[in-house]
């Protein structure tokens, strides 16, 4: 079974070794309805501070429906994304930038943030056209079929950011490590910021 590593330092130390030289290009689509809500506790500028570390983020946007409140398209503005209010169906709207990202040549890697599987079609076009898949999947009811769709997976879940590796855990600081009575694997924790928006 894989090894379970939590916390913010070792997942950009995860996406870092991952990169290939130089740095990534990243474009980053949100959807709004699925995952921005208090009992999620989704944060968008963590988020965004692990893709820095990755790569830039060359495009960045939040999908909302027509029901998102003014202070919640001003929290988005504010954290450097660009809010996209959809009159219809939101996940038609993120579909179709998805595939505009997937054939924009100067993105390299393309991130989601959803729990949604109708996305499934949307990576696999990605990674089709060899674009990098990373996926921020917000426990509970990630759907399995994105999460073996991506080539990155970060799992949201209880103000924790964790992500799965098949290798072994690296050398850290014993104070960084929680032991638990159940086995002698280290977990790292990190929690999570207070979220700054929510639906």
């Known amino acids: ?62 999908f909302l429906n027509q029901y998102a409140s003014d202070k919640l398209v001003e929290a988005i503005e504010n954290n450097g994304f660009e809010p996209i209010i959809c009159s219809s169906d939101v996940d038609v709207r993120l579909a179709v930038e998805g595939m505009e990202l997937v054939y924009n040549p100067t993105i390299d890697t393309m991130a989601l943030v959803t729990r949604d599987a109708d996305f499934k079609p949307l990576l696999n076009k990605a990674n089709e056209h060899g674009k990098e898949t990373i996926i921020f999947g917000v426990e ?27 290798s072994h855990f690296e050398e850290e600081d014993d104070d960084d490590i929680e032991y638990t009575a159940d086995n002698d694997v280290g977990r790292k924790t990190h929690r999570k910021k207070e979220a700054l928006i929510d639906y």
């Open 140 to 166: 509970p009811g990630f759907s399995t079929a994105l999460r073996n769709s991506a080539d990155y997976v970060i799992l949201l879940e209880n103000d924790e950011m964790n992500y799965y590796d098949d």
């Open 1 to 62: 079974m894989a090894n379970v590593k939590t916390g913010l330092n070792s997942i950009v130390k995860y996406l870092s070794t991952k990169k290939e030289t130089g740095r990534r290009s990243i474009g980053l689509l949100v959807d709004g309805p699925n995952v921005l809500r208090k009992e999620f506790n989704v944060n968008l500028e963590e988020i965004r501070d692990v893709l820095k570390e990755y790569g830039n983020v060359k495009i960045g946007r939040v």
